[in-house]
């Protein structure tokens, strides 16, 4: 029987969408943890499930720790329960985009599934592109569900050329020890932790200019990036950057929605004004 990898609850529901339009009733599993940021080890066994479920645990909020942890701890039940039962009998089939996440995920899965196991991929930024041109969608999720069923047309056998070169990544992936990963150069590499930190503050910079002109007290709320990377993780990089006096806030850090933020530098912006205004009536 053939079953239906993706990455992330979104994209299972477009992809089971797309099924239910075009009649198709094969099975459809979801790994819905981020490989992209955290720990790393093999994703089918309970110890590095646990440890990545303490390291959400560690960064994440408190509204959403209450949320996502009993749901990612049901994920992994869900999807070591699915891995338990596969056989040589089995065959799998990959929707994988561009994205970090995706990557990350695939390449984990890879190194830890019995090579017996005939398995394909789509190659989903790469297909759609071919297909459709113009856009290039960087994750599976970003397609819509008519869009997405005839990319199936173009899944492919991995090989084990390629099966060894997404291993080979794997391995260096665990050797960095790292807890943030970006895809470049056809690789995914581990970067340092504040490696999105310079762009939460040239975000902020465009927005906060914004704000005071239009004579508020320049808080504002936060903002996540462009679905690059989970917002759970920026919303815990906003509060190190507070923590390091970057920002400052007004409400509750318990969740994203209960706290607005201010710049520093804004504190600077205005007493620089003010004194300016001060000489210019002294003239």
């Not at 959400?56 to 329960?81: A, C, H, M, V």
């Not at 065959?91 to 695939?106: C, P």
């Not at 933020?261 to 504190?267: D, F, G, R």
């Amino acid at each position: 029987m053939r079953t239906h990898i993706v990455f992330g609850a979104s994209t299972r529901g477009t992809l089971r969408q797309a099924f239910k339009i075009n009649q198709i009733t094969e099975q459809i599993i979801a790994m819905e943890d981020d490989l992209m940021l955290g720990p790393l080890g093999n994703i089918f066994l309970d110890s590095v499930q646990s440890f990545r479920l303490n390291w959400w645990e560690q960064i994440l909020n408190e509204e959403d720790k209450t949320e996502y942890i009993p749901y990612l701890r049901d994920s992994y039940k869900n999807f070591s329960g699915w891995a338990s039962l596969l056989t040589d009998d089995d065959s799998l089939l990959f929707w994988v985009g561009d994205s970090s996440t995706e990557q990350t995920g695939f390449m984990c899965l890879l190194a830890n599934l019995p090579y017996s196991i005939p398995v394909s991929f789509v190659s989903v930024s790469q297909a759609y592109y071919k297909r459709y041109g113009k856009f290039r969608p960087r994750s599976t999720g970003e397609v819509s569900p008519e869009k997405l069923f005839p990319l199936m047309e173009d899944a492919k056998v991995i090989t084990p050329h390629v099966w060894d070169r997404y291993v080979t990544n794997w391995k260096q992936l665990l050797e960095d020890n790292g807890i943030l990963r970006i895809r470049k150069t056809r690789q995914v590499e581990t970067v340092p932790v504040d490696y999105f930190d310079r762009e939460i503050i040239d975000r902020a910079k465009r927005i906060s200019p914004e704000k005071f002109h239009l004579k508020s007290d320049g808080f504002f709320y936060a903002v996540s990036q462009k679905q690059r990377i989970d917002d759970g993780f920026i919303e815990w990089r906003i509060r190190c950057l507070i923590q390091r006096n970057v920002f400052t806030y007004q409400g509750s850090l318990a969740s994203m929605r209960l706290y607005m933020l201010k710049p520093l530098w804004i504190h600077r912006f205005k007493s620089e004004t003010s004194e300016t205004i001060v000489e210019q009536n002294k003239e």
